[in-house]
């Protein structure tokens, strides 16, 4: 199953088509470019694909659980963070991890070997280690403003920008 199926998509405003009766489909796994002279319609495409804005006409169809991922061309930085604290937000997952762990642990080691506990604990340390895997890649700064750094950052550490298809 495809991850997105467009289908007669179409942008206009007023009588101005932007684009019409646009088709396509991307696979699993698929890696994508839009490419295109200024004005032709690339950032509204995305602009309704990530269901920021509306279509004149067509469908779209998300695999279940999608998530895509979006660096805006206007950075917009509107966090009372410094850059390190917007970076680091995307650790989130990992540090709850890391403290249901260190609970865990005390909890196994007051009660004995429970079974449950320790298979359990063998679970979350999984996910924590590949969590810790995905995230430990680092992250190439763009050069542009902090907030598109910052923006940059929190997509490639995170592995998406926060926008759910439906």
Same mark, same amino acid.
């Given at each position: 199953?495809?991850? #997105?199926?467009?289908?007669?998509?179409?942008?206009?405003?007023?009588?101005?088509d932007?684009f019409?009766?646009i088709?396509f489909?991307?696979?699993?796994?698929a890696?994508i470019?839009l @490419?295109?002279?200024?004005?032709?319609g690339k950032?509204t495409?995305?602009r309704? $694909? $990530?269901?920021?804005?509306e279509?004149s006409?067509?469908?779209?169809h998300?695999?279940k659980?999608?998530?895509?991922?979006? $660096?805006? &061309?206007?950075?917009?930085f509107?966090?009372?963070?410094?850059l390190?604290?917007?970076?680091m =937000?995307?650790?989130?997952?990992l @540090?709850?991890r890391q403290?249901?762990l260190?609970? #865990?642990?005390?909890?196994?080691?007051?009660?004995g070997?429970?079974?449950?506990? #320790?298979?359990k604990?063998?679970? =979350?340390?999984?996910?924590?280690?590949?969590?810790?895997q $995905?995230?430990e890649?680092?992250?190439?700064?763009?050069?542009?403003?902090?907030? &598109?750094?910052?923006q940059?950052?929190r997509?490639?550490?995170g592995?998406?920008?926060?926008h759910?298809?439906?």
């Amino acid at each position: 199953m495809p991850l #997105l199926t467009v289908t007669g998509l179409g942008k206009s405003f007023g009588a101005e088509d932007l684009f019409s009766d646009i088709n396509f489909s991307i696979p699993h796994r698929a890696r994508i470019a839009l @490419v295109g002279p200024n004005g032709i319609g690339k950032t509204t495409l995305l602009r309704i $694909l $990530l269901k920021m804005d509306e279509p004149s006409a067509g469908s779209m169809h998300f695999a279940k659980n999608i998530r895509i991922g979006y $660096l805006p &061309q206007e950075a917009v930085f509107d966090s009372d963070n410094h850059l390190w604290e917007e970076c680091m =937000l995307v650790f989130g997952d990992l @540090v709850a991890r890391q403290a249901e762990l260190t609970e #865990l642990e005390k909890s196994i080691s007051e009660s004995g070997n429970d079974p449950e506990q #320790l298979e359990k604990y063998g679970k =979350l340390q999984q996910q924590f280690d590949l969590i810790h895997q $995905l995230q430990e890649h680092g992250v190439e700064m763009a050069n542009g403003g902090t907030g &598109q750094r910052s923006q940059h950052a929190r997509g490639n550490i995170g592995g998406a920008w926060p926008h759910q298809g439906a």
